[in-house]
């Protein structure tokens, strides 16, 4: 194994003690940069994740440029339903679309469970290749949506605004629901396990529609899955971490789910936060994406205010409140990491 | 003065005992009800509400057909940019369009400042029409969107995903964007006070917005601008409810911004929102919309948690924690309100 030379992400996960506190963001490998673009004027999307040497490519970009203190390996939450048997297009500007959505249990039972190590041994071979290309530079973080998610997608067919489909799904199938989620655990799991063993130092899993769910709902749909999705994660020290935005009322459960960190959106005070769970887990996140839209100052001045709120000491992982936005320009996003790791040696 | 009838709503509004729970909805007159699309197959979204006789009509409605304990006058919150000079267009199944958004401090001193007695006399004629036909038989709320509600509406020229145009403006030209929300704030208010006057028994401020900004950017730039619009609403006792969607991070701040009630989504927990801020005011909600998709059973189910939750005593109004989907069949909706209104009776 290569010793990793910047190890303070890994370090601040376990809530080791660190010089200062690193930073990396949601979505770093993506549109801002004039060099993704340039690759992505090239390949469709789902090309470039299917391409280890792509994939691999504009995974490190941020490293190089911005200078972040973790990778990402680039590639999509819904790569999942499409080794499932779905048929996946990302339709640009409009957001990704799942063909023939679940809309029944025997839908369910039509799906393919699968093997991450041949339906997504592309995204194995990125993670391998992006390793070997890292040599050590910074730790390589793998990613998955939760079965919570997953399901959203595969039910809505793709992104929602009321999110109905999901919703009549779960009231009168809930047993058909349950058992599809169980099964994406499963495979969740199986393919996070499979990320690590092929050099992902980290992971994230990201349940980015926990919060269209009311509180006993969450625990029900989604909670339980993530739990059992951490616990059956082969790993060996190998820090996971959840993100689930706008999960607010479910944070005291969500620090006991198994995860070493917790992702936190914009809305929330790591503060306050810290104060209810910060022994439990390390936190991350959590400065307002658009505030890389401001001046510098602003900046400056917003990001003191997320170092300041967590406060001193380890267990801290900057981050954005949810994924940079497209149109940010990229000096913004290395300014707020030189800021980052200016400023926050005095917390530590 | 026509004495009220069924002045459950307004008693629970105001903390005063009540044998049982009242209960509205939001968008309760609108398309799940075939009698409104009916209507609304004949005239657009923007002749109706702007036909004193036919917005009367669609907001009778569900006081007719579901039972519910007040009528909201059917209107929309962006009539007001409309009023100030702004085209307005409702695009089928897309949304409201505000063409030319504002963008700059020009922008915003190109703006008409309005008398809601004149350019918006058609909706105060439509609250005295509609107060004449309800006959003092549920009490008439009228509403409005907040000031930063309003705003982003205006900045983004529509709904947005991102909100990047609001922000973008707000960090990067806060004096421009605190001139609008203050001429906004006085415009706001004296629209209802208007309605007041015009009969509107009880008023409703939309912050539908709020939730996208974080903890110290709604103090900033939300909340400051409904306390000031409460604090200059003409009334003699018609109660403020505030709804806020999203902004979990503030209800303690939101409790003390002169409102009588706080409206909430179904997110939050109305047991720990009462132990929190119940003593101050009281509490409208939070029905997840979407449990309207479920067999009665669920219905019921759902509807007693919501009842439970909020304990014994005054100061609940039951409603959905946002509007009403369009898909929902109406008889499910029937079902709730005879529920909320037979079991509501042992909370009392």
Known sequence: MTQ???????KACKKEPVERTPIWVMRQAGRYLPEYR???????????CKTPELAAEVTIQPVDLI????????????????????KLEMIESKGPKLYNPIRSVDHVNELKTIDPYKELKYVLDAVSL?????NGRVPLIGFAGSPWTLMTYMVEGGGSKNFSEIKKFIYNQPDAAHKLLDLLADIVASYLSAKIESGANAVQIFDTWGGILSPDDFAQFSLQYITKVISKIKRSGEPVIIFAKGVHYKL????????????????????????????????QGNLDPTILYSPKEKILKEAMNVLESFGKGSGHIFNLGHGILPDVNPENLKYLVDVVKKESVRFH
Chains 1, 2 share one sequence.
């Open 38 to 48: 340039a690759i992505r004027d090239k390949y469709d999307f789902i090309t470039m």
């Open 67 to 86: 200078g972040v203190d973790a990778a990402i390996i680039f590639s999509d939450i819904l790569v999942i339903p499409e080794a499932m048997g779905m």
């Open 4 to 10: 990793i030379k910047n190890n303070l992400f890994i």
């Open 252 to 283: 005291d459960q969500l620090a006991s789910c198994g995860a070493d960190v917790i992702g936190l959106d914009w809305t929330m005070n790591l503060n306050s936060v810290r104060n209810m769970i910060g022994n439990k887990v390390a936190l």
């Open 130 to 134: 992006t390793k070997r290309q890292l």
